[in-house]
């Protein structure tokens, strides 16, 4: 991905702009959080940060098993890879498997703009303000947001934030803000006062609620 970062940016006009001073990589350039249901313990969300010069490759692997009696009757896999020059998005790939079902996405910037394909939907331009659904960059909060696991667009109602203090997977508590996301989609995330991602909480489909803990 990072290779092919010269031709990518001739095609599009793109001009470089200092990645640091606009995207929010944490300290350690990783995020992890333990995926938590009925107290539970069910995978894991991570997310590493790669520079190379002016560019940033972005990294996300999601590996969850929800098991009754010992037996799994659930498995997720999710993996991402974003590309970004300065602060403008170059590309995204999303490839899911829930149960054996595939979904993908796959976004490359062209001299349309951000060219978007996938499983659940056809070919568009992304708005110029649209990244990717993966929660690390506060700034999809302004929205729109696309979909990494099939492509679509979504334009979810995003609600003030409430402070609030959350559990970390260590045991301790950090405070943050609590955005809820309700329309396109039902969610709630949270960003410390740096903007780091913080936690995230989302119902399944048995209407359980699965909640993220920070590591």
């Known amino acids: 991905m990072i290779g092919r970062r010269a031709v990518l940016l001739a095609g599009a006009g793109v001009v470089a702009r200092p990645a640091a001073a ?5 300290p350690g350039n ?6 938590v249901r009925h107290g ?3 995978g894991r969300h991570v997310v590493t940060f790669e520079r190379q010069g002016d560019a940033l490759t972005v990294r996300v692997a999601v590996d969850a098993q929800v098991s009754l009696l010992s037996i799994p009757i659930v498995r997720y896999t999710h993996r991402v890879v974003e590309t970004w020059h300065g602060d403008t998005l170059i590309a995204l790939v999303g490839q899911t498997d829930k149960n054996g079902d595939h979904e993908w996405m796959n976004a490359r910037r062209t001299g349309e703009g951000l060219v978007v394909l996938g499983s659940g939907t056809a070919r568009y331009v992304a708005p110029e303000s649209a990244i990717g659904l993966t929660y690390w960059n506060k700034r999809i909060l302004d929205g729109p947001m696309i979909g990494m696991d099939d492509g679509d667009l979504l334009r979810p109602k995003v609600a ?9 997977a260590s045991g301790g ?11 396109a989609f039902a969610a709630d995330v949270w960003y410390d006062h740096t903007g780091t991602w913080a936690s995230l909480a989302f119902a399944i489909a048995d209407t359980s609620i699965i909640h993220y803990e920070r590591l």
């Open 40 to 42: 539970n313990d069910i």
């Open 160 to 168: 003030l934030p409430k402070a609030e203090t959350i559990p970390l």
């Open 30 to 35: 990783r995020l992890a959080f333990r995926m």
């Open 22 to 26: 606009a995207l929010p990589v944490p």
């Open 173 to 183: 508590t950090i405070a943050a803000d609590h955005y809820n996301l309700s329309g």
